[in-house]
């Protein structure tokens, strides 16, 4: 969830529209499981909706519940680019798009399994700063 939507939540909580930020949080909101055995990045539930908004209230109660949060409202961190040591060149520094294109080029030298580790990777950084 970008700084956007972030400020817009802090702006209904500050309106005491917890339901309303609920609401907000499911609709703009991503969900993006913890556990890799999980389903992928998907629409919150309202659960985990109300857990994320919850956690960026601060009125969350881990120890009040029998389960830990399910979700939290992202920082507004977005990643502009990497910088990469790739062997002979030194650092490289390169944006998502570079960093793929870079995993696909090397794909003879790196193999097709590493390459389809590293492509994910790049998507799971492309869909946690959504």
Known sequence: MGLDHRNKLK?????????????????????????????????PTLGEA????EMLAGTYSAHSHDRPHR???????????????????????LDLDGLQMRFLQDLESVGLAEVQHLLKLTEYIREWQV
């Open 11 to 43: 702006s209904l909580m500050g309106d005491s529209e917890k339901i309303k930020a609920i609401k907000y949080a499911r609709e703009h909101g991503k969900a993006i499981p913890a556990d890799p055995g999980s389903q992928d990045p998907h629409r």
């Open 71 to 93: 979700a939290i409202i992202g920082s507004g961190f977005k990643v502009k680019k990497l910088v990469v040591d790739v062997a002979g060149e030194g650092d490289v520094e």
């Open 50 to 53: 109300k857990d994320a908004v």
